[in-house]
């Protein structure tokens, strides 16, 4: 298996739809889901995974909006030394990992300046309000399939929009399908079983119960 060829794949997120309809009074302030499906669409092009959640909460704070950038959803804190200067690659302590696209980035837009560097951070988790977890079998036993790790450096967790475009609390239930993208997931995944954990976070960040897909190969859900 070439690795070095799949840190060169494409990822990306979408959120295909969501449904609201009149919910019980007695829905959860946490947000509650239920596993429905996962697809995988092969193309000419990128590929897909389709995974379908069942959602309900009590005041419909779900979803984040592209605007949602500031505290608590900003998506980057940035490291500072013990005289609150920013941690650069170049006066990095001992204890900062060598350069990635995770723990680094370059020339970033700190307090509407541009920061010609390339300045330590640390990803938010926040900035997301969807979480995904993969794990592969192998020898008859689950392990995780860390995407952040090299060579890879990147995370399927994301964000879905608004599901209510008021602040005004409603009980809402639906579906939600996130699509996950990639030139790779035959030549990484070939044959084998596969699980994937999620979880979503409403805007007050409860974050809701996980729940799994059911253990599989690509060739089994893919759609016809």
Avoid at 20 to 45: A, R
Avoid at 134 to 149: A, H, L, V, Y
Wanted: glycine share 6%.
């Amino acid at each position: 298996m070439r690795l070095k060829n799949y840190s060169h794949l494409l990822f990306g997120f979408a959120l295909l739809g969501y449904s609201c309809i009149s919910p019980p009074e007695n829905f959860p302030s946490t947000p509650e889901i239920e596993f429905s499906s996962l697809e995988y669409v092969g193309t000419s092009g990128q590929d897909s995974l389709l995974l379908t959640l069942n959602f309900k909460d009590a005041e419909g704070d779900l979803g984040l909006a592209a605007t949602d950038i500031n505290p608590p959803f900003n998506p980057l804190n940035y490291k500072r030394d013990a005289a609150n200067n920013l941690i650069t690659y170049g006066r990095r302590p001992s204890n900062a990992p060598n350069y990635n696209p995770i723990d680094w980035v370059i020339d970033p837009i700190v307090n509407n300046t541009i920061v010609k560097d390339t300045v330590w951070v640390e990803k938010n988790e926040n900035q997301y309000n969807i979480f995904i977890r993969f794990f592969i079998k192998r020898n008859g036993q689950f392990s995780e399939f860390r995407w952040q790790d090299p060579p890879f450096f990147t995370t399927f967790n994301g964000r879905f929009p608004r599901i209510l475009t008021t602040e005004i609390g409603q009980a809402v239930e639906g579906k939600i399908t996130y699509r996950m993208l990639s030139s790779g997931w035959e030549s990484i995944f070939r044959t084998d079983t596969l699980r994937i954990d999620v979880q979503i976070q409403d805007r007050a960040l409860n974050r809701s119960n996980e729940v799994s897909s059911p253990s599989v190969t690509l060739r089994q859900i893919t759609r016809k």
